[in-house]
């Protein structure tokens, strides 16, 4: 299984930016999928999450802010990210707990992370 995440960039405080992450490989499902940060010189922060159904979770640092969804048929998690503030720069990470056989274990699998960088 991999996960590719794409969609980070430089953008001015206010900005908004999408972030994609494509699951493949051996997949049955994918639940949750959501994404982590990590800012200089900070700890790792879950950010927002998804689950197969829908159901939502957002760190209190981005509501209203960010807006996680899925596209279950593409295997894919997005992160709309709607007015950015420098303390949003961090490397990004998506991140997916997959099953790949029906009744197996799940395993969590991990992006390679995609900068985001607000500045003027």
């Known amino acids: 299984v991999q996960l590719q995440a794409s969609g980070g960039g430089l953008v001015q405080p206010g900005g908004s930016l999408r972030l994609s992450c494509a699951a493949s490989?051996?997949?049955?499902?994918?639940?949750?999928m959501g994404w982590y940060r990590q800012g200089p010189g900070k700890q790792r922060e879950l950010v927002a999450t998804?689950?197969?159904?829908?159901?939502?979770n957002y760190a209190e640092s981005v509501l209203g802010r960010f807006t996680i969804s899925r596209d279950n048929a593409k295997n894919t998690v997005y992160l709309q990210m709607n007015s950015l503030k420098p303390e949003d720069t961090a490397v990004y990470l998506c991140?997916?707990?997959?099953?790949?056989?029906?009744?197996?274990?799940?395993?969590?699998?991990w992006g390679q992370g995609t900068q985001v960088t607000v500045s003027s």
């Open positions: 998804i689950t197969s159904g829908g159901s939502t």
């Open positions: 490989g051996s997949i049955f499902s994918l639940n949750p």
């Open positions: 991140y997916a707990v997959v099953r790949s056989t029906l009744g197996g274990t799940t395993r969590k699998y």
